[in-house]
């Protein structure tokens, strides 16, 4: 990576791990959600330069590492974009947009009666879109785009009881066209029913884990922040810190066969990104004060490995929220300047060989 005058290498003081951090002169900013993509190959970044931490409205970067130009690729909002197959795809207030990295040329995909809701998520070939949002009655849309036909279906309209009454993080399988994962949204120490699949041919919903009650009859498996594989047979997610039914950390979920098993519980996990190959994860952490840590998850070496702790205010946008380039060889996270503005931290594994 090339450094400039918004690039700038690092050294982690409490793990000595060298970083990069990727920086909007005198703004902020961001990468995607966790859950999303914001690489353009691997050695190509882009970013939201954030306007306001409030509003959340943006200018998209694209950033080369191995020369530092940038370029202005559309205005957006973040976190609502995906980047897949040298297109950058959003939610823009009630349609879905695209837009070429390499032209700048913005269609609209669809476009709907109400605000659509992300974050955004785009299967594999590109061919299958999530599409949500929530009706003036309080019930929720979870539905699918069909980008070769244009054809929107709405799977599913629902909701729970209140106070937790809400359906988020609508995500269309990575390989799968039948599969919509969706999640029952709340406190978690009060949700026992986060984890749903819906299935688009009969629209049929079903709860995939069941979460098992603890000796006092409080839930003792408190779970969040589900991240799909990329060969869509299962899920990770998190068993959060007051999960009272151990082991916690990261899990993983069998959508086909429903059995979960624990992944890493080494650390007090808070978000799980995968790499392509579905063995690297990299999952930040809930270690409390000012830094949350970001730690490299080997499956086959069964190995737990910090590489960065990551200065943060626990508010969105400044979720580290890690996130693999293409080839799996790069990991970006949010994190927070000296100054206080959010930047983009950048990790080169290959380092990782030579300790």
């Given at each position: 990576?090339?450094?400039?005058?918004?690039?700038?290498?690092?050294?982690?003081?409490?793990?000595?791990?060298?970083?990069?951090?990727?920086?909007?002169?005198?703004?902020?900013?961001?990468?995607?959600?966790?859950?999303?993509?914001?690489?353009?190959?691997?050695?190509?970044?882009?970013?939201?330069?954030?306007?306001?931490?409030?509003?959340?409205?943006?200018?998209?970067?694209?950033?080369?590492?191995?020369?530092?130009?940038?370029?202005?690729?559309?205005?957006?909002?973040?976190?609502?974009?995906?980047?897949?197959?040298?297109?950058?795809?959003?939610?823009?207030k009630n349609k879905v947009q695209k837009t070429n990295i390499k032209t700048k040329k913005t269609e609209v995909l669809w476009e709907g009666e109400y605000e659509l809701s992300g974050p955004i998520s785009v299967s594999e070939d590109e061919k299958r879109i999530s599409v949500s949002w929530c009706y003036g009655d309080g019930t929720t849309s979870v539905g699918q785009l069909n980008t070769v036909t244009g054809e929107h279906k709405e799977v599913y309209r629902g909701g729970f009881a209140k106070p937790f009454a809400d359906i988020t993080h609508v995500m269309v399988s990575p390989q799968d066209h039948n599969?919509?994962?969706?999640?029952?949204?709340?406190?978690?120490?009060?949700?026992?029913?986060?984890?749903?699949?819906?299935?688009?041919?009969?629209?049929?919903?079903?709860?995939?884990?069941?979460?098992?009650?603890?000796?006092?009859?409080?839930?003792?498996?408190?779970?969040g922040h589900e991240m799909w594989s990329p060969d869509g047979k299962g899920m990770y997610f998190i068993k959060y810190i007051s999960t009272t039914i151990l082991p916690r950390g990261v899990w993983y979920l069998d959508v086909y066969t429903k059995e979960s098993r624990c992944i890493a519980s080494g650390y007090d996990y808070w978000h799980v990104g995968v790499s392509p190959d579905g063995n690297l994860l990299a999952a930040d952490t809930q270690i409390g004060g000012d830094y949350s840590d970001v730690v490299l998850i080997d499956q086959k070496k069964g190995s737990e490995t910090p590489l960065v702790s990551a200065r943060t205010n626990w508010t969105h946008p400044c979720?580290?929220?890690?996130?693999?380039?293409?080839?799996?060889?790069?990991?970006?996270?949010?994190i927070l300047s000296e100054n206080g503005n959010l930047c983009v931290g950048i990790i080169d594994l290959a380092q990782l060989k030579l300790k």
């Open positions: 990576m090339k450094e400039t005058g918004n690039i700038h290498g690092c050294i982690c003081e409490k793990f000595g791990t060298a970083y990069y951090i990727l920086e909007q002169p005198n703004g902020h900013a961001a990468h995607c959600y966790v859950t999303g993509n914001c690489w353009d190959g691997n050695d190509a970044i882009i970013t939201a330069r954030v306007r306001g931490l409030t509003d959340h409205c943006c200018d998209f970067v694209r950033t080369d590492l191995n020369t530092g130009e940038e370029e202005i690729i559309c205005a957006g909002r973040w976190p609502e974009f995906y980047v897949r197959g040298g297109s950058l795809y959003q939610f823009w599969k919509i994962f969706f999640c029952h949204e709340g406190t978690t120490q009060y949700i026992t029913n986060r984890l749903w699949m819906a299935d688009v041919d009969t629209g049929y919903v079903e709860n995939i884990l069941r979460q098992r009650l603890n000796e006092d009859g409080n839930n003792g498996e408190c779970v979720h580290p929220h890690p996130v693999f380039n293409e080839n799996g060889s790069k990991i970006c996270f949010e």
